[in-house]
């Protein structure tokens, strides 16, 4: 899932490209894609585009007053093009779920893999009216978010910090990658109740957590839409990397499986040695 490092890169590729553009139409290739009915995509033909913003995981495509707000999900993607084809998009006949068209002949499609559909997309005429922006928390890269305001959410909340870190209504941005990100770096368990950490711990968390998102940020500046997803994977340190070695202590990486994703840690690194409980394989071996 592109989280909040991609996001950005992915808003930054798009303001390079299309601010001062006009929009020339909006194309559905799934009805299901577009969650709201007003204003329509026609509204949005020869709109100039004066900006591209992240809202957390959210890109905003503000054209004239009017926005074109999308939520990648788990599996959508962006896929740029400097000249788009001539043929419109059918709805139903096409893995593209979204084309939008720019006066200078080039264009994006929104496509998604898999069958689990979770890529959205809005038009809205303010961002506030998305809902999964206008419950957002705040950024975790804002200058307002500083190590005050991050002790704040933790403390008591009696909830495991690795969910959260991935919670968009306290942090926007954080999902399953960068969280497990972070907490390799700052050393601590995902498994760690938030209220418990120690002050020390959450000044580390905080660290981590910031420069892990930075770090990210700069590796994804400057790059195109098509080499994002590639520039996340060769970044992380235990995220997707089990059974590898940790690049801090060399042990091995080792995953926790749910129902829809897993986690992977450093036992040395994070839990003093002890391997997590692994709840699909505990079943498997009753």
Request: proline share 5%; glycine share 8%.
């Amino acid at each position: 899932m592109p989280e909040l490092p991609e996001v950005q890169g992915l808003t930054d590729f798009l303001r390079g490209r299309v601010v001062d553009l006009a929009i020339t139409s909006i194309e559905l290739g799934s009805f299901s894609v577009l969650k709201t009915y007003d204003p329509a995509p026609q509204a949005f033909s020869g709109l100039l585009v004066t900006d591209v913003r992240r809202h957390g995981k959210f890109v905003d495509v503000d054209a004239d007053g009017l926005h074109l707000v999308f939520h990648l999900a788990r599996a959508g993607w962006l896929r740029w093009s400097e000249s788009m084809p001539n043929t419109m998009l059918r709805p139903g006949k096409s893995p593209i779920a979204l084309r939008c068209r720019f006066s200078d002949g080039s264009g994006f499609d929104l496509t998604e893999a898999g069958t689990k559909k979770g890529l959205a997309a809005y038009l809205v005429r303010d961002p506030q009216d998305v809902p999964g922006i206008a419950s957002l928390g705040p950024d975790p890269l804002s200058d307002d978010f500083d190590e005050a305001a991050f002790a704040a959410i933790v403390s008591g909340r009696r909830t495991q910090i690795k969910g959260l870190l991935r919670d968009q209504s306290v942090i926007a941005g954080v999902g399953n990658a960068y969280s497990d990100e972070a907490l390799h770096a700052a050393k601590l368990s995902p498994f760690a109740i938030a209220s418990s950490l120690t002050e020390e711990e959450v000044s580390r968390l905080y660290a981590a957590l910031r420069e892990t998102l930075q770090t990210a940020v700069a590796a994804a500046s400057g790059k195109p839409a098509k080499d994002l997803k590639d520039a996340k994977r060769a970044g992380m340190r235990v995220h997707g990397r089990t059974g590898e070695k940790c690049p801090v202590c060399g042990d091995v990486v080792r995953e926790v499986s749910f129902a829809d994703r897993s986690l992977q840690y450093c036992a040395t690194c994070q839990t003093g040695g002890k391997p997590l409980a692994d709840r699909r394989m505990s079943r498997l071996l009753k």
